[in-house]
């Protein structure tokens, strides 16, 4: 009986330190990355852009259900992710083979952010810049984030860009 006390006891203890240091940890998480490609301009737009495909290219989603339309693109989409998460994405910037960046107005897990893609290029290269500006208010998520996913859907796009090469 002894040691489930104390088990439980220490169970407690972890979990208050957690909480503790989700309370100081920071809020906001800036990250910005450019890389160089061997695709067309064209190709890395449709696939960033054509938010319908997600569910095809990203093993993070189940599906995508397009909310509102403006100038022919999705404006808003309803994401379903494979961990059971359900955002609501905005578009907020839209310049064809330029820019595109979008805002994640609602989430299932109390995530807001906005993700912008910097295009460059031409018909055999380009170069893609991507800022993600996050922010995570659940201090026990802020841990997992802190440790774990900074940076994660930068760097999925960047892989799935660069399997767009082979």
Known sequence: M???ISII???CIAYLAVLFL?????SDFDKTERRSFTI?????????????NYPQNREAYDAVREISQKDGHPFQWQAF??????AVYQVIGFIKNKHFSYQLLKSSNDMTGNWNFYFS???LQCTIEITEQSRV???IEKVLWHFFYQGERIDREFELLE???E
Do not use: C, F, H
Request: glycine fraction near 10%; hydrophobic fraction near 40%.
């Open 121 to 123: 290029g031409d018909s």
């Open 81 to 86: 992710m494979t961990d059971g998460e359900i």
């Open 22 to 26: 989700g309370i100081v940890l920071p």
């Open 137 to 139: 208010e659940n201090p």
């Open 9 to 11: 006891i220490l169970i």
């Open 40 to 52: 067309p301009i064209d190709t890395a737009w449709k696939y960033v852009t054509q938010v319908e």
């Open 163 to 165: 399997g767009l090469e």
């Open 2 to 4: 002894r040691y489930v």
